[in-house]
């Protein structure tokens, strides 16, 4: 038995540097708790890049195997105490050093006493537990997490060295699959963005109203635990495409059964500075419905072809956010706004085409996703089973071999 402070060859607080360049400083990209999830696929867009001191700086520069922890920002369903492992890969992907920001630190592993992988999976293990709640403090209006108390007092049950690189390299291999997945199907998303621009260049632009059959807003749930129906809410709809993960259950009512999602259905984020004009196709066959925050466009196959107005209404998510009108935090978007801008849509001849190609990635994102699912239930399965050691390593490895 050890502690965390036992195991560490160096760990410091982020930084947050200057926006501009300035005299002594040098850039350097800076990752926050908000960019772990991006991170993890190897999605750098949202990282920032910042000025930091040359006097200084040179002791937060990530290296391969760092662990990065959030140490606040934390909610009351989702608790500080996340981490990312800092990949070579991940490294690679910037053209400048890295660094954590204000609100992280990075731990450095001692590779003589543990196994930086092994480290980082038996973080997500006490994170998944709920462990990292009995650490976090409400200060000034944000969540912190008491990293030294943390640190100096929580007990590490390690196993031996061999038994560390095997459960990391399994438990490796499951995330190394879905994070494959995810980003295969980021990059078929961004691919229809692109070729839908040049197959409607020389097609028309025409008022969403014109062509949509119907634009609502959707029902006030009544939330329940179990049975009932999905309800998709504006966390849902992020990247152009619908995650159910956020989503909630209510009780199915006549009200509910009139306003059940149909494929190629557009919705639209209507509310909150930040959130407001986020759109993705509805694409499952889940039942479900949308909160009041959300709008439905319905386009009118008679007039177009559904998937290649929801593809041009996605594109103009910027549009819609500027239509915004309400004071700060209580924004709202109006379906007469919305209705009322303009999509460019491909010429007739080419509008099924593009559907039809659309729709087969649509399956083949499904296709993904489930794998994923599957993955990752048996990635939440394993992890407390190999960390705390109450499963034989080669157990872990048939299973695997059959998932994967």
Known sequence: MTHL???????????????NPHPDHSPHYVIRGADFPSARLGVIDSVPLRYLPDRSVWRRVLQPNDILFETAGGTKDR?????????????????????GASFTRFLRPDPSKVHGPFLFWYLQHLYAKGEMYEYQIQHTGIARFQYTTFAASKDFVLPARGVQE????????????????????????????????????????????????????????????????????????RDSMVSLEPSRLSAESKRTDDRLLQRDDVLVNSTGQGTLGRAARWTDSTRAVVDS??????????????????????????QIEALA?????????????????HIQVPPHARQDEFGDLVHTRDNLIHALKSESDVLARTLDVLLPLLVSGNLPVKDAESLVEEVI
Not at 8 to 18: E, F, N, P, Q
Request: with cysteine.
């Open 79 to 99: 608790p500080t105490g996340r981490s990312l492992l800092v990949s070579e890969r991940l490294l690679g992907s910037f053209s400048d050093p890295v660094i």
């Open 325 to 341: 009108e309400g004071s700060t935090g209580q924004t709202e978007l109006r379906r007469e706004l919305l209705g009322s801008l």
């Open 293 to 318: 925050h959300v709008t439905v466009v319905r386009f009118d196959p008679e007039k177009v072809n559904p998937v290649c107005a929801g593809t041009a209404l996605i594109q103009i998510e910027r």
């Open 5 to 19: 402070e036992d195991l560490l060859l160096d760990t410091k607080d982020g930084d947050w540097g200057l926006d």
């Open 166 to 237: 095997s459960v990391s390299s399994i438990l490796g291999a499951l995330d190394d699959k879905i994070v494959a997945n995810k980003r295969i199907v980021r990059l078929l998303t961004e691919l229809t963005a692109r070729e839908y621009v040049a197959v409607a260049r020389p097609g028309r632009s025409v008022r969403i109203d014109a062509i949509a059959k119907e634009m609502r807003r959707g029902v006030t749930p009544s939330y329940v635990e179990n049975g009932g129906i999905t309800v998709i809410n504006q966390k849902c709809i």
